[in-house]
C-alpha cells in the first residue's frame, strides 16, 4: 500500500473526483481528511467510505470552505493534530458558472475565481506550511482541467481560474522544491460527475459534442483521474514538480472531431 503511515487532505471531497481521489488514497493505507462545504454530503461521504478505511480512525470528514482562509487552516490543523502531519494536499473544490462573456456579472466572475483559483492557493499555502513544519516533505495536487488550455464561451471565470491554477502549480513547485515539497497539477477531460451533468444536461446536443471532441469515445471515470492523482502525489513521481498531467482521452491532442454513433 503507497500511502501506509500518509496524511491526506482532499477538498471537495464530499461527491465527484474529490470522493474518488479520498477512496484511491483510502484503499492505498492513507489517513484521509474529507473536505467540503456541504456538510450533509460529506458526512454521509465519510460514513459510506469507512469500510475502506485502513482503520477507523484514518478516516475523517470536516466542513471547509475553500475561499475561507480561516476555514481552510481550520482544516489543515485538524489533519495535523489528527494524525500528527501532513504529507499529500488534494485542492479539488471547484464550481462552474455557465454565462456567456458578455453576460456574466462582476459578482458571479468573483466568486468562482474566489472558489476556484484563491481556493487553491489557500489550500496549497496552508497546506505547504504545515508539512514545512512537519519537516517530511510532500507533495500537493491541484486539480486543474483541459480547460487550462482550451476555452469556452460561456464558462469564462471557470477558465481563468484553470489558467490560473497551471502558473500558480509551477510558482508553488519552485518555492517548495527547498523544502522536499512538490506540487502538480492534473487536467482531466469531461469526466462522468454531477459537475459535468450540471453543464452538459442543459444542452442536449452537447454529450455529443463532448464525445466528437474525445479520441477515446467516453467519458473519463473518477477513478481514473485519481489514479493520475495519486501518482503525482506518491514517491513514484519523485522527480516530477510544477507538470500539468492532462487526462483527457487524447482530447486536446486532437484538431478534428472523430465520428460518435447516433442515439438510439
Ligand atoms: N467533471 C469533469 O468533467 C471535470 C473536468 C475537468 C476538471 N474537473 C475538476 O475536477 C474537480 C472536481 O470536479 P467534479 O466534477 O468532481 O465536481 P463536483 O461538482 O461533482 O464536486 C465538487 C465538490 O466541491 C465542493 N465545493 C464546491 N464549492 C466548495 C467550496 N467553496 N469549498 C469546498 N468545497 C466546495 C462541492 O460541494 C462538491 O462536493 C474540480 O476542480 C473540477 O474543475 C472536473
Redo the contacts with the bound molecule.
Sequence with gaps: MRFEHRVVLV??????????CAEYFLREGASVLL????AD??RETADALASVAVTPDALRFVH?????RA?VQQAVDLAVSSWGRLDVCV??????HGADFLDIEEEDFDRVL???LK?VFLTGQAAARAMVRCGNGGSIVN?????ADVALPNQVP?CV??GGIQQLTKVMALSLAEHGIRANA???????????E??ISSDPAARKKVLSRTPAGR??R?EE?AAVTAFLASDEASYVTGQTLYADGGRLALNYTVPVPDDD
Excluded: F, H, Q, W
Excluded at 473536505?35 to 456541504?38: G, P, R, V
Excluded at 471547509?64 to 475561507?68: F, L, M, Q, R
Excluded at 485542492?91 to 462552474?96: E, L, Q, T
Excluded at 492534473?186 to 459535468?196: A, Q
Design positions: 477538498t471537495g471531497a464530499a461527491r465527484g473526483i474529490g470522493r474518488g473536505t467540503d462545504i456541504d454530503a460529506g471547509c470552505d475553500v475561499s475561507d476555514s485542492a479539488n473544490a471547484a464550481v462552474v474566489d472558489i476556484n481556493g486539480m486543474s482541467s483541459i480547460n471557470y481560474a484553470k492534473v487536467g482531466p477531460g469531461s469526466i462522468g460527475t454531477e459537475m459535468l450540471s453543464v467519458l473519463g473518477v483521474i
